[in-house]
């Protein structure tokens, strides 16, 4: 049995005769399942992804186009035997099939190697020539399969460039000058089709066709873009007119180790590596500070603009990672929109200001710099639904987001951001941004404690990130997963507090090394201690927790779980105000209960006022990661308490 989704969706035997699939639906299905990769897909998202409108029998329609596909493609497996390639798995069904006998697990298999081999390169040319057009090019109007397509049509383009490359540098490529032409032609702003098409003219003979093919991209990225042509390309053309072979260095500006690069170059390499995690990460965020600085000593204005706003991955937490970095991206965002001045190109506009607010994180400012950053949130998105570009709006979106921390109780507002950022997400084929309206949905159901919408949004979040090549996002649904079991731990039959402290430790280690430590610090000890305070019991002691940022706030209850009233009467006292982030309600609560412990009135009070707009949130749930549970309780104590305060 063979399945081929690079072209049209259908399934073949082993002897080469296509097997009768049904009708779009039935075919829908099947490729729905090929893009999970063997993973479940549940029932509630493949009606989801097959109807915008669901008839009231979907359910009952979908397992008619299953139970049809499921004899199309075993015809002689016994009634009784469970079928072995559409499985029911849980709340849904998954495809089980070596992944050789589906074309784009092969294509993805073979370009992977062909990364780490260039002897794969043979491979890599069989692969492409599997392509029979677009992948699920019947499969249309479903935003999926859309998604799936752009993503699929970005790796063959990297693939064709790939294996050009490896033949240049193997001596060979003098045969694909047609090929590369084509190819320039139909993706004209990829420079390196540029630069690999000229190599092969120069290296078939044609010198002056190699100069005039870098001479028209040039004209073309100026004329259209206002960018001069990168590094890549002017190294080249300066060998070509020399008469020189084109360097090492020349040749392969991706993938040698330590490599210069150009700032345009360097930056769409830092965001993509951003959404890798870990040490990609880490460097992610180095080389794009580089790019910005590099682009800065240039003197290009414009230049240094793009480098800036090119940036624009999407943010999730308001602590940063590394909090002197983003305040250095911050000050060149504003030098480069002060020396644009209003008259400046509005789209370049939008980018500075979402950059200022999305990398103004909201834990690591003064008021004066939160009060500048809500300004540039609020500007970036009057200018970006002016221009009506949903990549800008979805930008300046994220910043709206970042700066909606301004105090407790907005977990509703940011829930409509996150709906407004899906929804273009979704409709533009943005699917980084799909996957943080997902996230910042996830975390605003779970602060309003609607852990089923939230549960949702995980699993969404979870799908989308396998098609994205995010590995981050299931670290944090993972951390969701552990704050639902939490909550449902203090329900009649729920599981057991010690289950889930296992559930928060596990989400703590793969956290670990995820590459983000504004999040990671301290998050766990406060995990424990909502744990504890959903079941009444006193705060963790052990000395070794790191409580990260949530010291000051934690401290009090540490003291008092270790009969240290007076201790934790003076730390009580000199608790500051929470910072304006994720956890400022949590913090509050924090403060609220060690008030109430220690008959602190004034500072019940000062907690009761300011977490009366969250009365119907979950304390610490707006992470969407961990949970103290309902703010109500911890209101209706302080509330109890401040009788006579003042």
């Known amino acids: ?153 970005e790796l063959r383009l990297d693939a064709v460039e790939l294996r050009a490359r490896i033949l240049l540098d193997t001596g060979g490529g003098a045969d694909l000058v047609a090929e590369l032409g084509a190819h320039a032609a139909e993706q004209p702003w990829r420079e390196p089709g540029w630069e690999l098409l000229a190599r092969a003219l120069y290296r078939a003979g044609r010198r002056a066709d190699a100069l005039a093919t870098l001479r028209r991209a040039r004209t073309m990225l100026r004329d259209q873009l206002g960018l001069d042509p990168g590094p890549g390309l002017q190294r080249l053309e300066t060998d070509i007119l ?25 930056v769409d390499l830092a965001r993509t590596l951003a959404l890798a995690g870990g040490d990609a990460l880490v460097h992610s965020r180095r080389d794009r500070l580089a790019a910005v600085r590099a682009a800065e000593r240039t003197g290009d204005l414009l230049l240094t ?96 987001f970042m700066q909606s921390f301004t105090r407790p109780g907005l977990a509703a507002a940011r829930g409509r951001t996150g709906a407004e950022i899906l929804d273009l997400a ?28 939230a549960a949702s949004h995980a699993q969404a979040a979870d799908e989308l990130a396998a098609t994205t090549e995010a590995p981050l996002v299931p670290v944090l649904t993972g951390w969701f997963r552990a704050r639902a079991t939490a909550a449902r731990s203090t329900e009649p039959g729920g599981p057991t507090a010690a289950t889930a402290a296992a559930h928060y430790r596990a989400a703590e280690d793969a956290l670990r090394t995820a590459g983000m430590p504004g999040l990671h610090r301290g998050l766990f000890p406060l995990a424990l201690l909502g744990l504890r305070l959903l079941h009444d019991r006193p705060a963790p ?50 403060t609220a209960r060690a008030a109430v412990h220690l008959g602190e009135r004034k500072t019940a009070a000062q907690a009761a006022a300011a977490l009366g707009d969250a009365r119907v949130e979950h304390a610490g749930a707006a992470s969407g990661m961990l949970t103290l549970g309902p703010v109500s309780r911890y209101l209706a104590e302080a509330e109890a308490c401040a009788v006579g305060a003042g």
């Not at 020399?242 to 360097?266: F, I």
């Not at 939160?370 to 002016?386: G, H, T, W, Y």
């Not at 084929?429 to 609607?450: I, K, M, T, W, Y």
């Open 242 to 266: 020399t008469g020189a072979e084109p360097p090492e260095s020349a040749r392969a500006p991706w993938t040698g180790h330590g490599v210069r690069l150009g700032p345009r170059t360097t």
């Open 426 to 453: 979704t409709r533009h084929q943005l699917p980084n941004f799909a996957v943080l309206g997902r996230l910042v949905r996830l975390q605003s159901a779970s602060a309003l404690g609607d852990l089923h919408a």
């Open 1 to 153: 049995m063979r399945i081929d989704v690079l072209g049209v969706v259908r399934a073949l035997r082993d002897d080469g005769s296509p097997v009768d699939l049904g009708g779009p639906r039935h075919r829908e299905v099947l490729a729905r399942l090929v893009a999970a990769e063997g993973r479940m897909v549940t029932t509630d998202t493949l009606v989801d992804d097959l109807w915008t409108d669901p008839p009231v029998r979907a359910v009952g329609a979908l397992r008619t186009f299953v139970a049809a596909l499921r004899r199309a493609l075993e015809p002689d497996r016994p009634p009784r035997d469970p079928p072995r390639v559409i499985v029911t798995e849980g709340p849904g069904y998954a495809l089980r099939l070596p992944r050789e006998d589906v074309d784009v697990h092969r294509f993805e298999d073979t370009l992977a190697r062909a990364r780490r081999d260039p002897d794969a390169v043979t491979g890599l040319g069989a692969a492409l020539a599997t392509w029979g057009g677009p992948a699920y090019a019947d499969v249309t109007g479903s935003a999926w399969a859309q998604r799936e397509r752009t993503r699929l049509e």
């Open 541 to 590: 002691t052990d000395p070794h927790l790191d409580w990260g940022p949530y010291r000051p706030w934690a401290r009090p209850l540490v003291l008092l779980a270790q009969d240290r009233g007076e201790e934790a009467r003076t730390a009580l006292a000199a608790v500051p105000e929470p910072p304006r982030d994720h956890m400022q309600e949590a913090m509050w609560c924090l």
């Open 305 to 400: 603009a793009r480098i800036i706003g090119a940036y624009d991955v999407p943010a999730l937490w308001s602590r940063a990672d590394d909090p002197e970095q983003s305040r250095a991206v911050v000050a060149a965002a504003e030098r480069a929109l002060t020396a644009l001045g209003p008259d400046g190109p509005a789209d370049l506009s939008v980018r500075l200001l979402a950059t200022i607010a999305t990398e103004s994180r909201s834990a690591d400012l003064s008021g004066t710099e939160l009060k500048r950053a809500r300004q540039a949130a609020s500007r970036a998105e009057e200018l970006a639904r002016d221009l009506a570009d949903p990549a800008l709006l979805v930008f300046a979106l994220n910043g709206v």
